[in-house]
């Protein structure tokens, strides 16, 4: 149990390290608006301290995300599924239902084709 305990912490401050430096933030940075002292965020990024459910909210308010998406670490293959998905949808807000249906048929089409020519 201690084994997978370390993965999970781990891959949860992979995360955190993933969402601050894309959003170009420092260690400090984050801390100060985490309200979390600096060095506990870098042994949390290293997996080498468990942060409780409070932490964990706090550092996601620190980064300006839902909490769901520092403790969903089955996602990495999911959130790049869920953003092309999202992709998807987006391109077609406003349209009319018949033009969606077109759409769809136009994905079906295609991912046919790649999955007979992969």
Avoid at 43 to 70: D, F, N, S
Avoid at 71 to 96: C, K, N, P, W, Y
């Amino acid at each position: 149990m201690k084994e997978n305990r370390e993965t999970i912490s781990g891959i949860t401050g992979e995360r955190i390290r993933k969402f601050r430096t894309e959003q170009h933030l420092s260690q400090e940075e984050l801390a100060f608006a985490s309200e979390i002292h600096p060095a506990y965020i870098g042994k949390v990024e290293r997996g080498e301290k468990c942060p409780t459910i409070e932490t964990l909210y706090k550092i996601a308010g620190g980064l300006k995300i839902p909490l769901h998406k520092l403790l969903d670490v089955d996602s990495d293959t999911a959130a790049e599924e869920s953003d092309a998905f999202h992709r998807i949808q987006s391109a077609m807000d406003g349209l009319h239902p018949d033009e969606m249906l077109k759409v769809a048929k136009i994905v079906e089409q295609v991912t046919d084709l790649m999955r007979h020519h992969s």
